[in-house]
Structures are given as C-alpha cells and as structure tokens.
C-alpha cells in the first residue's frame, strides 16, 4: 500500500512557464516532506522542504505547499528553465528518519 | 562537493557470485545509514538501516541473508549482495543523514547487472 503517491507520471511544461508538480500521502504521522530532484544513473539531489506543522516554503524559483487536511502537497517551480529537466521525487519522513518515497514525476522543460 | 559516495559505480556480475557496494560518507560522521534499491521507472525502496556498532534493521520483505550489511566505522557502511541472481540487478543507493536533520544526502548509486 503505497503511503506517498505521485500520480502524474510525466508533465512536460514551456520554458518560463510554471511547473506544478503533486504529491498526496496518506499517513498523517508523516512530519517532514521533502522534494528531491534525480537524473538519471545519479542519487537524489534535496531540493526543499517543508516541516508538518506549516503550509508553505520558498526558496528561489522552488516553493513548496502543504495542505494537512487533504493531505497533498504541491512543488512549484517558476520560472521553469531546461536545466530542471529530471525526475521529482516526494518523499516524507516518518519514525526513525525513514523516508518514504513517492514514485516519482518526469519533468521535461522545453526551450 | 560530494558528500557521499559509492563504489563501484557499475557491477557486471554472473549469477551465484557475491557483490560487495561500499558506501562512504566524506563529510561527517554517520552512526546511521540507509541503503535503497531502484527498480527502472519506480520509486527509491528503502531496504534497510545500517547502524554503526550494531546489527542492520531490514525492512519487512528483504532477506537479511541475502544482503548483508556492514556497517564498519563511522564513515563507511557496505551492502554485499550474496549468491545473486538476475532479479536482483537494480539499482542501489546509499543515504546518511545529517545529525539532528530531516535531511538525507544520496550517494551517486550502483547500477548492479547479474548475468
């Protein structure tokens, strides 16, 4: 039973334009929630976070939002360059710093 | 820079034999680190905790027998995948937590091929 699910297997999206990439749990001792950025043949890059206890954090181009009572979270990254071509992994943390992982969203930055 | 890295990078291997993946953590001291394997177009699946001076914690569906953990000092934990078979090619990556942060940094990862 998956805990973290990402339901968008790719989007593709305009240079300049905004990405919006989804994420919903369904734990709710999850505490923390992380976006991680892969390329290929490569480990998980951290990108941003966002502690359970709020509802949004920005930093630069990426901002993170959290809604509790439906248990989704949302990256927003504007605007959107080529380089952020990779796939986008939601993780959350729960007992004993565990990770747990969504299944990851293929994002393509067209120029 | 890399604060952790993986050796080897890529392992061809023939079924039956062992592999052994080291994982090291340059920049800091980790009592605790976790391995994951990826299968091609899923999710990172946490395998098991590594713990410096004790036995790993494996999660429930993974063979303790089959991939064993050794988590000899401070900075260095290793995944030794015995007796493999072709189901077990995936790939591998490492984890080390910051002390007192959620934060986990990966390592580059091990593309393991058992013929």
């Known amino acids: 039973d998956q805990q973290v699910k990402q339901n968008s297997p790719s989007l593709s999206v305009q240079e300049g334009r905004i990405s919006i990439l989804n994420c919903d749990y369904t734990?709710?001792?999850?505490?923390?929630f992380l976006w991680y950025k892969k390329y290929p043949a490569e480990g998980p890059t951290f990108l941003i976070s966002i502690s359970s206890i709020k509802d949004k954090n920005e930093d630069g181009r990426f901002t993170v939002f959290l809604n509790k009572s439906a248990k989704h979270l949302s990256l927003h990254i504007v605007p959107s360059q080529p380089g952020d071509s990779a796939v986008y992994f939601c993780?959350?943390?729960?007992?004993?710093?565990?990770?747990?992982f969504g299944a990851g969203t293929i994002l393509r930055v067209k120029s | 820079g890399a604060v952790v890295s993986q050796h080897p990078s890529r392992v061809i291997c023939k079924s039956g034999t062992s592999v052994k993946i080291e994982c090291r953590s340059l920049?800091?001291?980790?009592?605790?680190m976790f391995w994951y394997r990826q299968f091609p177009k899923q999710s990172l699946m946490l395998m098991a905790t590594s713990n410096e001076g004790s036995k790993a914690t494996y999660e429930q569906g993974v063979e303790k027998d089959k991939f064993l953990i050794n988590h000899a000092s401070l900075t260095l934990s290793t995944l030794t995948v015995t007796s493999a078979h072709p189901e077990d090619s995936s790939f591998y990556i490492c984890?080390?937590?910051?002390?007192?942060?959620?934060?986990?940094?990966f390592g580059p990862g091990t593309r393991l091929t058992v013929t």
């Open positions: 984890s080390v937590p910051r002390d007192s942060s959620y934060e986990q940094y």
């Open positions: 993780a959350a943390r729960e007992y004993g710093n565990k990770l747990v």
């Open positions: 734990n709710s001792m999850f505490d923390y």
């Open positions: 920049d800091f001291q980790a009592t605790t």
